[in-house]
């Protein structure tokens, strides 16, 4: 197969729908498209329960809040397995803030805190772009310190996806 | 530019190849590298200016990733005054036996103080695999030593930033001149603290829209850079400046993106770090070991049993029993991070001489060689003693 023959047939995406996209991308709001009733983790919860909801359920990341619903953290796959296999961790991660929480009992201990977070009126456009750039799977959605959604890679597609027809 | 091209790439090369051996051996690649420079200095390297100062970026890094990726603020906060009262006691009996060995052997008094301080801290990071190995993690010795090593490396940097003052004079300073440091360095955390809290997370807020490549990465490395030129501006060390940065930069949530840390974390663990790590192998002068083969004997033996025994007083204080206080003595042994960079200052401000160099070097490898092997059997006696324990 040639080169020409890969790329033929279809015109550029980006040339003329690309554009029309970006327009339409910039009218929505992350409220209109993120997750509003996400599955959260409590401050206090305990370590077991947090590896039986990874068992259960299959999220990436989830995110940690206090009894006001303010946002802590979150723990995501990478911290469970690494907690699950603490001694197959590279050594140079054996750092003792790896050891501190792998010995946390609750969710604060373990959780990665100050995550990345955005606001509910941020537009669709952005948020895509800081994906793209900064290689961001997802973000926690916060107004005035309250977890109010979440929005992650495979939504921020679909809602672009929906805005072509 | 041909000749430095060729010496970064064998001693990178080398440095890269001896940590893969030293890690498949079970000890840590910093043991590797180290002896890739001694093999190299030994052999063809010829230390020149410009792998000096790459060292010095890669010691520059290495206290700021410690400060960036591993120091939580908020642990500071959550240890427990117990904690402090065992680190007080391990840190201050190995800094005595330090500077006393030192005088000992009438060195001077900054080159004493100096390597009193080298011999303060420690490296938690090379006793992990063993406390995890053993199922000790989780004892009480175990988080007590986690804690303790929060406490360390704080203290580490204040010793290092007093010693570093006080070669600048070349004698203690008077109290004026002691006052003036202290208000230095609390000045220089004041507005590392401002900028960490109020300027840095807008200054992220911004980075992360513009439009060039790797922004928020570069911001990181400015910031590094940024902290160190600082600190040498209040005549403190770039490497106390980078720390402290790095410790600003771990609160604010885009700096450490994951895939910015890990960018940060490729710079330092697998360039500057292991050339920093080199360049100290290739400073060792064997010859220096030999001249003074007892003070070398010493200077690992000391250090070794300052830290055991202050570690086994200090547990004991807090009301451990002697297993456990022996557990926690041999757990906070090993040097392997600040130490070197500490001696590798000393060296560059002309303050210590190839012998207490190259002693201390020793020392760090013996360390941690040592440490896991004698934790390990602490920790085996410590079991031994609960079996034989009659039940009920």
Redesign the interface.
């Known amino acids: 197969m040639t080169v020409e023959g890969e790329f033929s047939g279809r015109q550029p995406f980006f040339e003329e729908e690309g554009l029309d996209l970006e327009e339409k991308c910039k009218d929505v709001l992350v409220r209109d498209i993120m997750i509003t009733d996400p599955v959260t983790i409590k401050g206090e919860d305990h370590v077991e329960k947090i590896f039986d909801l990874f068992n259960k359920e299959h999220f990436h990341t989830y995110p940690v809040v206090d009894e006001n619903g303010d946002l802590l953290g979150i723990i995501d796959q990478n911290t469970i397995l690494q907690l699950l296999l603490?001694?197959r961790v590279s050594?140079?991660d054996?750092?003792?803030?790896?050891?501190?929480r792998?010995?946390s009992q609750s969710a604060r201990g373990i959780m990665i805190?100050?995550?990345?977070?955005i606001t509910s009126d941020m537009t669709l456009c952005e948020i895509a772009e800081?994906m793209i750039?900064?290689?961001?799977e997802r973000f926690c959605v916060v107004d005035e310190k309250k977890l109010v959604g979440i929005v992650c890679k495979s939504d921020v597609i679909q809602a672009i996806y929906s805005s072509r027809s | 530019m041909m000749e430095f091209l060729f010496q970064i790439l064998v001693i990178l090369l080398a440095a890269r190849l001896l940590s893969e051996v030293s890690e498949r051996v079970g000890m840590p690649g910093i043991l590797g590298e180290i002896l890739a420079g001694l093999l190299l200095g030994l052999l063809i390297v010829e230390e020149t200016e410009a792998i000096a100062s790459v060292a010095e970026l890669g010691a520059i890094f290495l206290l700021f990733t410690a400060g960036y990726k591993e120091v939580h603020i908020e642990d500071l906060k959550a240890s427990s005054k117990k904690a402090i009262v065992a680190t007080f006691f391990q840190i201050a009996a190995a800094f005595v036996a330090g500077f006393a060995l030192g005088r000992f052997f009438e060195f001077g008094f900054v080159e004493s103080l100096f390597l009193a301080v080298a011999f303060s801290p420690t490296s938690i990071g090379v006793v992990v695999k063993t406390l995890l190995d053993m199922g000790y993690l989780s004892s009480k010795p175990g988080s007590m030593m986690l804690t303790s090593a929060i406490f360390d490396d704080i203290i580490g940097i204040f010793l290092l930033s007093i010693v570093v003052t006080v070669g600048k004079y070349n004698a203690f300073p008077t109290a004026t001149q002691f006052m003036l440091l202290l208000g230095k360095l609390v000045f220089f955390i004041g507005i590392m603290v401002i900028l960490g809290y109020r300027v840095f997370p807008y200054i992220f807020n911004y980075v992360q829209k513009m439009h060039s490549k790797e922004s928020i990465f570069a911001a990181v490395v400015l910031i590094a850079l940024f902290s160190a030129y600082f600190a040498e501006i209040m005549e403190l060390d770039a490497v106390i400046g980078a720390f402290i940065g790095g410790v600003m930069l771990s609160n604010v949530p885009v700096a450490k993106i994951n895939d910015i840390q890990s960018k940060v974390s490729g710079l330092a663990y697998g360039i500057l770090v292991p050339i920093f790590f080199a360049h100290i192998g290739m400073a060792v002068e064997l010859e220096a070991l030999n001249t003074l083969g007892s003070f070398t004997i010493l200077v690992v033996v000391l250090a070794l049993l300052g830290k055991l025994i202050g570690g086994f007083v200090g547990a004991k204080a807090i009301g451990f029993d002697s297993y456990e206080s022996f557990i926690f003595g041999s757990g906070v042994m090993p040097r392997a991070g600040v130490e070197l960079v500490v001696i590798s200052i000393g060296r560059e401000m002309g303050i210590i001489g190839d012998e207490i160099f190259s002693a201390v070097v020793l020392m760090v490898a013996v360390s941690i060689i040592i440490s896991p092997i004698i934790l390990k059997f602490a920790i085996q006696k410590d079991k031994q003693k609960d079996t034989s324990t009659p039940v009920g």
Not at chain 1, 94 to 100: E, F, P, Q, S
Not at chain 1, 113 to 117: C, F, S
């Open positions: 603490t001694r050594r140079l054996h750092t003792h803030l790896m050891a501190v792998s010995l805190p100050h995550p990345v977070t800081t750039k900064h290689k961001v």
